[in-house]
């Protein structure tokens, strides 16, 4: 067996010449070229993708090879993962398999019988060898062609960067030589719009056999011990809000769903609240390599979203209450108007090299010391994460309370900091949950939650009357169809406004839930 370890990156189809003249490829020590047809089996149930092996069957020139792989670990774009290749004499033999239980699991009759093609990946793989230091060897693979399944096509265009197996890279020096990968990564991020893939061919070969279409990707639950050091901690949440982004980007730029644009930019304000929560056990100049660029994009998204808001939320139902008044229909093309321009430069900035170098640089970042020598759970000595936890939430508990008790209806800005405030708390529990017990949790996460998106809306209407005067600029009719939504919305902010005092009144009874 032989543990593959890899770097997939997106690459725009465009952009393929470009990268064939980086003068970085000029210090490979080999290239070599060749036509890759993979074709992939499964059972009719998809049997084998459910336990996350992957069986594949390799044209290399005049020979097939048969190759196993089952489901390592992924971190926003890295990839480790067991595989197993041999000759195929034509019938699959799984006696190389050394993991037994897969080994079984693959020669039961019920599954090798029905074992057929799915999909069919074709491809030109240029492959450029480095060697970078002794002891070590990297492979940088090129991919060009296309993924065919149920009769659908979709391109590939993407580059890997790999640990070549085998006694070159055999002195146990792993840690060392994944940085490597990353320092080629980002060689070439500098030129060229490159960002972290978190689907492989294959997974993306059963979606397309499957007519899987794009949806938003949500935020997940990290698992999480108690026992652990903060550092390994905010590592897999920092992971994981990467992939978080990644896996709303393609949504985001070939669709017209605004909640791809929504989660994104809820995923890199999960990002700074995970550096700002974490910041006393971080290395000083993470904050600085990240938030600069990080704050860029939440701006770039942040714009896009709001006027998506405007249209939908304020906009909308005041055309639809008042269908008969041709001023709104044209307040709602100008917001239109500005909502394309902010989209359109929001998908810029993500097809940008900015956003690539950005994926790159946290990704790198986290898989170098401290981090790679904090994955560990069970720290020796030392501070757990159960007991930092409970002291960060104390102090965002102390925060929000102070916060509250500022609080007036009268100063829409406390208002604001109030909001925040909760929503720091909230993304903390949210962070800790595996820690906590459930139904105290839930309790005080619909609680914050509740106020936060009442405060959300306050916020929202407050802005809206900026906004919709900027669409309007300086047309009379336009600026009269403002005060037509100023109106139709004044009741509803009213009572928002009558009901924060009571809520508010609530956070002072605000119990932490214990953490294990």
Known sequence: ???????????????????????????????????????????????????????RLRKQ??????????????????????????????????????????????????????ISPLFETNFRRTTWRFEPRAGCVVLLMLDRGWIAAAGRLEAISEVEIELAGGEDNDDGNESGKVSELFKLAQTLGERLALVPAILSKAERGYRLYQGMRLTPQKARIVPLESTSVPLAAFRKIALAGLEHLQGNVDGAINSDDPEFIHQMRVAT???????????????????????PELRILTTRLGRARDLDVLLTEIAAPVMHALPGEPRLAVLAGAVTDQQYIARAAAVRHLQSIAYGRLLLQATALLHRAPFSVAID?????????????AARLKRLRKKVLALAAAAS????????QLRIGIKRLRYALEFFTPLAAAKPLQRLLLQLTLLQDELGQLNDLANAGL??????????????????????????????????????????????????
Request: positive net charge; proline residues 7%; glycine residues 4%.
């Open 1 to 55: 067996m032989a543990n593959e370890i890899e770097l997939k990156l997106a690459l725009p189809v465009a952009a393929q010449r470009q990268l064939l003249r980086q003068p970085i490829l000029r210090k490979a020590v080999a290239r070599q070229s060749q036509h890759l047809v993979n074709l992939y089996y499964d059972t009719p149930t998809l049997a084998l993708h459910q336990q996350g092996i992957a069986l």
């Open 61 to 114: 020139g005049r020979i097939w090879l048969q190759t196993v792989k089952c489901a390592g670990s992924s971190a926003a774009g890295l990839t480790t993962r067991p595989e197993w290749e041999t000759p195929y004499a034509g019938h699959f033999d799984f006696s190389a398999v050394d993991t037994k239980p897969v080994r079984r699991w693959l020669e039961r009759p019920e599954q090798r019988d029905r």
């Open 269 to 291: 304000r999960r990002l700074r609240a995970a550096l700002r929560l974490f910041a006393p056990r971080l290395p000083p100049t993470l904050a600085e390599e990240l938030l």
């Open 377 to 389: 759970p069970a720290p020796a000595a030392g501070e757990t994460l159960a007991e930092f936890a």
């Open 409 to 416: 209806i009268d100063d829409p800005v406390s208002l604001h």
């Open 467 to 516: 906004l919709l005067m900027h669409c309007a600029g300086d047309d009379h009719r336009l600026r009269e169809a403002v005060s037509l939504v100023g109106g139709w919305h004044a009741s509803h902010y009213s009572a928002l406004l009558a009901c924060i005092p009571g809520r508010v009144k609530k956070l002072v009874r605000l119990k932490l839930p214990r953490l294990a």
